[in-house]
């Protein structure tokens, strides 16, 4: 669509810095590509945060959700079922409870999940929030959204273990009032524990939080809505993703995002035309760090987080050194060939078959660990017969009783000891991420110190627990790849 070659519009916090067109070539640069595309969120002063430790991931939404006066919006893929997830869920009835003794309560909850993988088993995601839906069905919602792609006969046959693998909800982004934090991870025990991720912490961040929040609203409307006797149904004027008209449900669920982002340029744009009217004698500090949202939502005609990683790939030169993490690594042949065909060092971090999430799975999908292997040797094997392996590096992540799921990309130029730029949210780099699944990362270009050294640590942190591929890697015993797998993997690739 022709919105999406250029929705580009800025948001800002205060005056509008003349440093959005710093001098700095590696700031021009990333800049200059990404705006192309995409809108921009700056601020003067940082307050991103990196979550180290899991357990601040669970700690903080808990503290939040507690203390949020308007507003709790969680996209995720699904929402689990055990005692740490039931937590969360508790602290909601409690913030709602207390919203209440206000006689107009503000508080709003909103849940956006996956329709299939919520739904899975007799008690799901579906399950955990139906008392919050009962209680307080003014102040709650839960919208499920499913894939226009599972429908018909296929709907049918899919068995519901795997029927997610046609697509799903994937975003990752949780919002308490006007702090966003933005993330690879689901609402997951494993994920508050021992499920390695990655977290960006927005803290008071109004306009980044607004366009989220109505980002996962639109989706939310076009999805189907939990209600609290467990029924689903769509909001009125819908098109139904599964029954009614495929290409009708892509248009107009494309039509409601397009408000959102239409809205969100026309505020932006008006803010741009106040700032610019302050002089620049004020004496505010300049903008040292700019956000740009990304969404990829191939089935809705929607592609934006793609057109920008190619763009990144293919621009970044050899003065630079990209470090990619994926915990499914399994690239597209678009990514791949701009990899193998770029002028920029790649540090490329994967999970080894013991942290893969598939791990000791049982029936067919305890296979899935030797599948990615398999693609991974068939990768490393072009970077070796194109006499790359001093510019593509691979490493695979270890770390005890842990599994791997962290994925985004740092981009250090010129140099440089700390990245200018990364990638942070929910897209692997693979076929499910570009073409099924809906997805959304922000792209963080900052000029300051303290930020650069934190997204630093945060790299050299993951990498530290790795160990670089070779080809006596694939030699191992447990890298040995049954005759089955090799022969299955080329057909369903597309799926995992």
């Excluded at 590696?26 to 800049?31: A, D, K, M, P, R």
């Excluded at 927005?202 to 109505?214: K, N, P, S, T």
């Amino acid at each position: 669509m022709e919105f999406w070659s250029n929705p580009f519009f800025f948001f800002h916090f205060g005056r509008l810095s003349s440093c959005v067109y710093v001098e700095n070539s590696f700031i021009v640069l990333n800049h200059f590509f990404i705006s192309l595309f995409c809108h921009n969120i700056a601020w003067k002063k940082s307050f991103t945060h990196s979550v180290k430790e899991l357990i601040l991931f669970f700690l903080f939404a808990k503290a939040r959700i507690k203390t949020a006066k308007s507003r709790v919006v969680m996209a995720s893929l699904y929402l689990g079922t055990g005692p740490l997830e039931q937590d969360l869920v508790d602290c909601m009835e409690e913030a709602l409870e207390r919203s209440q003794e206000d006689h107009a309560p503000d508080l709003k909850v909103s849940f956006l999940l996956d329709y299939t993988r919520g739904s899975r088993g007799k008690h799901n995601s579906r399950t955990m929030l139906m008392s919050l839906l009962q209680r307080f069905p003014e102040q709650m919602r839960v919208s499920l959204y499913h894939t226009p792609d599972l429908r018909g006969l296929l709907r049918l046959l899919v068995p519901e273990r795997f029927n997610e693998t046609i697509g799903v909800q994937h975003i990752k982004a949780y919002i308490f009032d006007n702090s966003l934090i933005i993330s690879g991870a689901n609402l997951s025990d494993s994920y508050f524990t021992n499920r390695q991720d990655r977290y960006v912490l927005l803290e008071d961040c109004g306009e980044v939080a607004d366009f989220f929040a109505e980002l996962v609203g639109a989706v939310g409307d076009v999805s189907l809505q939990l209600q609290p006797d467990n029924s689903v149904h769509m909001m009125e004027g819908m098109v139904h993703p599964y029954k009614g008209n495929r290409a009708d449900f892509s248009a107009s669920a494309q039509r409601r995002i397009q408000e959102v982002v239409n809205t969100a340029r026309v505020r932006q744009s008006m803010l741009e035309a106040e700032c610019s009217e302050i002089p620049d004698s004020d004496g505010t500090v300049p903008n040292d760090t700019w956000i740009f949202p990304l969404v990829q939502m191939k089935p809705l005609g929607i592609h934006l987080d793609e057109q920008v990683t190619k763009r990144l790939l293919t621009e970044a030169g050899g003065d630079s050194v990209v470090y990619l993490t994926s915990g499914y690594f399994n690239l597209t042949h678009t990514y791949m060939q701009l990899v193998l065909g770029a002028a920029a060092d790649y540090r490329i971090l994967m999970a080894s078959p013991e942290v893969n999430g598939f791990f000791g799975a049982k029936g067919v999908a305890g296979a899935i660990p030797e599948a990615y292997v398999h693609l991974a040797r068939q990768f490393y094997n072009k970077v070796c017969q194109l006499g790359q392996q001093s510019r593509v590096l691979l490493h695979e992540y270890h770390r005890p009783d842990w599994t791997f799921h962290a994925k985004g990309l740092w981009y250090y130029v010129g140099g440089r000891d700390s990245p200018c730029l990364t990638l942070i949210g929910s897209p692997n780099f693979g076929y499910r991420s570009v073409h099924r699944d809906l997805e959304a990362q922000i792209a963080i270009v900052t000029e300051n110190e303290e930020l650069q050294m934190q997204l630093q640590q945060e790299q050299e942190m993951l990498y530290q627990s790795s160990t670089q591929v070779s080809n006596s890697t694939f030699n191992q015993p447990d890298r040995r790849v049954k005759l089955w797998v090799k022969l299955v993997t080329p057909l369903i690739k597309n799926f995992f």
